[in-house]
């Protein structure tokens, strides 16, 4: 009697039944209750949750400005290698970038109101002449908001009337400015008290993060729109 022929049969019928039963228990099949496939090569603790992304608004700030406030941020140069920075309203008014600025004094005129650019220019405080940034403050209009951001040498070339129009547009650290100190400053003509934003590190050996330079300032902050410019 043959049993080859129903042998293989029976085999290959259960050959066949256990390959279903694995495959459905590796594939997570319907009520078996076991992890899919990949979830056998995946370890509890490999698994990867995205940090939601911190929102920046305008100049990059981590908190909107109020209301008929402008937004600002600035950064002094470094040493007399990078340039510094002025953003208003997430513009950049002043920056390497738009090749605007210089060694000196880098200086950006704004509409207290409408929050516009009037005009930016950078002094040469070391070889420059201080006549040009005189004839460029002097004349400024009531309102009229002034951001200065330092690199390299703001003070060499300073005089006392410099000094002074700078102390009547809110600085109190103008008047002790001195050879390579850091100063990142906004005022406006016509302020009755002192600016709250200004930054100040002086140029000293014990202290310089760089060699010759003390580190660069970074400053930022909400401005309130002047209720009138002239």
């Known amino acids: 009697m043959r049993l080859a022929g129903p042998v293989r049969i029976v085999a290959l019928v259960v050959t066949v039944g256990l390959t279903w039963i694995v495959v459905s228990i590796l594939l997570g099949g319907p009520g078996t209750g076991f992890p899919r496939i990949q979830q056998l090569f995946t370890s509890p603790g490999s698994s990867v949750t995205v940090e939601p992304r911190a929102r920046k608004y305008k100049c ?18 470094a040493a007399n290698v990078i340039g510094p920075k002025i953003c208003l309203e997430d513009k950049m008014l002043m920056s390497s970038v738009k090749d605007n600025v210089g060694r000196g004094l ?48 703001p003070a060499t070339k300073m005089n006392e009337e410099t000094r002074k129009l700078f102390g009547e547009l809110g ?60």
């Open 60 to 77: 990059g700030l981590p908190q909107p400005c109020p209301e008929e406030h402008l937004a600002f941020r600035m950064v002094s140069g």
């Open 106 to 153: 880098n200086i950006a005129l704004v509409n207290g109101v409408s929050g516009e650019l009037i005009e930016a220019r950078a002094f040469d405080m070391w070889a420059g002449d201080v006549n040009d940034l005189l004839k460029f403050i002097r004349p400024l209009h009531e309102g009229t908001l002034v951001f200065v951001a330092s690199y390299d040498d």
């Open 171 to 230: 600085s109190k650290n103008a008047k002790e400015l001195a050879f390579r100190d850091s100063w990142v400053f906004v005022g406006a003509k016509g302020v009755q008290n002192k600016s709250p934003f200004e930054q100040h590190v002086k140029n000293s050996k014990h202290t310089n993060k760089y060699e010759g330079w003390p580190e660069a300032l970074e400053m930022e902050g909400c401005i309130p729109r002047r209720s009138s410019a002239s």
